[in-house]
C-alpha cells in the first residue's frame, strides 16, 4: 500500500508499505480522506517537544475511511461501515479518567506519532476508539471530524458563548478557522483576527465563509472591535494563535465581565499583567483535545450541514508530493490540506 512516511526533520515522502496485519480484536480500515493539522505541521519539522516520535513513521491522525474487515472478536462494525477514529487514545485507569477527564490523560498515545498513522491506503484500529459516520456525511467531510471535536469542546463546553455574544477568534489556523464556524454556528457575531500571513488564503477562507476578519498587521484591531462591540469589549475571546502574545492580546480585548478561551497551546512563556484581569472579573480557561461527546457533537454539525467542510478543505496536495502541502501550511498558503486515498 501507499504511505506518506516521515523520514527525517523535514523530510517527508511516500513509499510502499505492507497493508497493516489485522488482529482479532482490530478492524481494518480503508483510508478515503486524511487532514493534515498544526501538530502533523510540528512533527514535520521535528520541533521541541516531538522529537520522541520515532521516525520512519507513518503520520496522520485526522482521517475518514470505510470498514473492510473485522478481527473475529469484534462485535458492532461490519464491513463497508464508514467510520472516523478518535487518535487520542486515553488509557481508561489513571486518576483523570476515572474522573471524567480522559482528554488529559496521563498516560494517552497518538496515532501517527506513538503508532503508525492514517496517511495510508489502510490502518488498524481498536473499535472502541471508532465512530460510525452517519449515512448522510459524505467521508471528505467527515475527515475533519477530529479537529470539529475540538472547536466543539472549546465553544460548546468551555466557553460561555450563546447566540448574540461577540466573538473574537484570534488565528485563523484549522482550529481557529472551525472555533470560528462553530460559533458563528451559534448564532454568535464573530470576528477573526490574523497577521499578513494570512492575508492571502486564510482571512478571504473567512470572507467567503460570511465571518469577519481582520488583519491585526495592516488594520487597526482596537478600532475594529470598538466598532463590533459598540466599545463594550468582547463577551468571549479565543485564542488560537498558539502565539506567546495571544493571551495579553485577548485580555485586552475582552470586556469586564467576559471569558476568555485558550484554545492554542503558546510557544514560548506568556507576560500577561493580570491587574486588569482580576478587577474586570475576567474569566480565564482553557480547552485541551475532546472526548468523545465532543466528537458526537462535531458528527451532529456535519449531518445537519451547519459547518462549510468542503470550502474549507483543500484538495489540491496529492498523497504523491506530500512535502508541499506541509511546507504551505507552514507558510499559511492553505489551512486545512488533505491526502484522498481513495475515489
Not at 35 to 41: T, V
Not at 147 to 160: D, G, K, N, Y
Request: charged residues 20%; hydrophobic residues 35%; aromatic residues 6%.
Amino acid at each position: 500500500m501507499k504511505a506518506i512516511v516521515q523520514t527525517g526533520p523535514r523530510e517527508v515522502e511516500t513509499q510502499d508499505r505492507e497493508k497493516p496485519t489485522l488482529e482479532s480484536d482490530e478492524v481494518l480500515v480503508k483510508v478515503h480522506t486524511a487532514g493534515l493539522c498544526g501538530s502533523d505541521a510540528h512533527a514535520y519539522k521535528y520541533d521541541g517537544g516531538y522529537e520522541w516520535i520515532p521516525i520512519p513513521r507513518i503520520m496522520g491522525h485526522e482521517y475518514s475511511g470505510e470498514v473492510v474487515e473485522v478481527g473475529d472478536s469484534v462485535e458492532g462494525f461490519t464491513a463497508g461501515k464508514k467510520v472516523i477514529e478518535e487518535p487520542i487514545h486515553d488509557c481508561g485507569h489513571c486518576f483523570q479518567c476515572k474522573n471524567g477527564q480522559p482528554n488529559v490523560c496521563q498516560n494517552f498515545s497518538i496515532t501517527g506519532m506513538h503508532r503508525d498513522g492514517a496517511y495510508a491506503e489502510y490502518v488498524t484500529v481498536a473499535p472502541e476508539h471508532l465512530h460510525a459516520v452517519p449515512e448522510d456525511v459524505p467521508l471528505r467531510q467527515a475527515a475533519v471530524t477530529e479537529p470539529i471535536s475540538i472547536a466543539t469542546r472549546a465553544v460548546l463546553e468551555q466557553s460561555v458563548t450563546t447566540p448574540g455574544d461577540n466573538v473574537l477568534v484570534e488565528g485563523p489556523g484549522p482550529i481557529g478557522v472551525l472555533v470560528a464556524a462553530v460559533a458563528d454556528s451559534l448564532g454568535a457575531n464573530v470576528l477573526v483576527s490574523g497577521l499578513d500571513q494570512d492575508a492571502v488564503y486564510r482571512l478571504p477562507l473567512l470572507t467567503d465563509l460570511g465571518i469577519e476578519t481582520v488583519n491585526a498587521q495592516s488594520e487597526d484591531l482596537e478600532a475594529q472591535a470598538e466598532a463590533h462591540t459598540d466599545g463594550i469589549g468582547f463577551d468571549v475571546v479565543f485564542d488560537s494563535t498558539g502565539h506567546h502574545t495571544g493571551i495579553g492580546t485577548a485580555v485586552d480585548h475582552v470586556r469586564k465581565g467576559g471569558q476568555v478561551v485558550m484554545v492554542g497551546i503558546p510557544n514560548d512563556t506568556s507576560e500577561v499583567a493580570f491587574t486588569s484581569t482580576v478587577r474586570g472579573e475576567i474569566d480565564v480557561n482553557t480547552s485541551y483535545g475532546s472526548t468523545w461527546t465532543n466528537f458526537e457533537q462535531a458528527l451532529r454539525l456535519l449531518e445537519r450541514g451547519e459547518i462549510a467542510v468542503d470550502e474549507i478543505l483543500d484538495t489540491s496536495y496529492s498523497m504523491d508530493d506530500p512535502t508541499a502541502a506541509f511546507e504551505a501550511f507552514l507558510a499559511s498558503e492553505t489551512c486545512k490540506p488533505v491526502f484522498q486515498f481513495a475515489d
